[in-house]
């Protein structure tokens, strides 16, 4: 759950450019550009505004986040059910940016199954994935350095509580991971 939808899209539109860093590795055509957790569509809309010539197609699980999207970029489709994206995967880019770490934190071992087979076994011609992810052996206490660093940093209060008030106090090196990537 998002608390504050506003924070978390201003938050996100800061990675904007770096999200791009796909657009210059790809030689040959294709025309579709299909975002797989595209939020409030600000990539799409960034990325239309240099690169007209795709076809722009979201998708997120969040409705109150694909509402955003229909209004940002008018001009691009949305969908939340991956089962009505009906783009010529094979003539299409896949875009897959900050999300996976999402599917592994929210997802059933079976969601995370048909992620994967969606991504690679829908044909795709490429694939461009920007991600980061936690190892399961971040179970233990979280790094007193680290945790004094980041946690105990006046600088980061806000964040810190609103981090907090979904997913509870850090204890561990995974929280405190999670903390970062969030």
């Not at 105990?152 to 405190?176: C, P």
């Amino acid at each position: 759950q998002i608390c504050d939808l506003k924070k978390y899209t201003m938050r996100m539109q800061k990675s904007v450019l770096d999200k791009m860093f796909f657009i210059d590795k790809v030689f040959d055509p294709f025309s579709n550009i299909v975002d797989f957790g595209c939020a409030n569509g600000e990539l799409i809309k960034a990325l239309q505004a240099l690169f007209g010539e795709y076809r722009y197609v979201g998708y997120d699980i969040n409705a109150e986040m694909l509402s955003a999207a229909r209004k940002n970029v008018p001009s691009a489709e949305f969908y939340t059910d991956w089962n009505e994206v009906k783009e010529d995967f094979t003539d299409s880019l896949l875009n897959i940016s900050s999300t996976i770490h999402e599917v592994y934190s929210y997802s059933v071992q079976e969601e995370i199954e048909m992620f994967w087979q969606r991504v690679f076994e829908s044909g795709f011609k490429y694939v461009a994935i920007r991600d980061m992810m936690l190892s399961d052996s971040e179970q233990m206490d979280a790094d007193a350095e680290q945790y004094n660093l980041v946690v105990k940093n006046e600088k980061y209060a806000d964040k810190l509580k609103d981090y907090e008030t979904v997913w509870g106090k850090i204890s561990t090196q995974h929280d405190l991971v999670h903390y970062l990537l969030k």
